[in-house]
Each structure stands twice: as structure tokens, then as C-alpha cells.
């Protein structure tokens, strides 16, 4: 897998990503400042290292919208998309 910096407009797509899940979810703040994203074509999703860096599938990301609502589960496990 080769993996790059995002570009321009990718980095534009993470910081709409990152500015849904801080409305949603204010508790994930610390942990995604933490995170650095790294274009990762053909992963086919996202995955995250013990190091924080966040591979992204960028093509992948496009087929879901960015104005999901996201909401915890009423067991508190992960989220789901409504």
C-alpha cells in the first residue's frame, strides 16, 4: 500500500469529517487532535496505528456523505449512523 499527505482538497474533507464528529461527539475532541491523517488509496476504509496516524481511503470516504447524523448506540457501544 502506498500512502501519501492528503492533499489540498482531502485535508478540506477531513476537516469537515472532524468538525461533524466535534459537534456529535465533543468527548472524542483529544483523541482525533491527536490523530494524523495519511491518504492511504485502495485501504478501502480507515484504520488507525498504535502511532495515531489515521489511513484513510479518500476514494472510499466519498461514497459516504459527510452529513450523516452520528449518535451513540443506547448501550453506549460504538456508534451507528441514523
Known amino acids: ?3 501519501r499527505a492528503p492533499t489540498a482538497e482531502q485535508a478540506e474533507h477531513v476537516q469537515a469529517w472532524t468538525a461533524i464528529v ?3 461527539m465533543p468527548c472524542m475532541a483529544t483523541m482525533l487532535f491527536s ?4 491518504s492511504a488509496p485502495g ?3 480507515f484504520a488507525v496505528d498504535r ?3 489515521c489511513f484513510i481511503d479518500f476514494d472510499a470516504g466519498h461514497r459516504h ?3 450523516q447524523s452520528i449518535t451513540p ?3 453506549d457501544g460504538p456508534p451507528r449512523t441514523v
Not at 490523530?35 to 495519511?38: A, E, H, I, P
Open 43 to 45: 485501504l478501502g476504509t
Open 51 to 53: 502511532h495515531h496516524r
Open 73 to 75: 448506540t443506547a448501550d
Open 1 to 3: 500500500m502506498t500512502t
Open 65 to 67: 456523505p459527510t452529513n
Open 22 to 24: 466535534l459537534q456529535q
Open 35 to 38: 490523530l494524523r491523517f495519511v
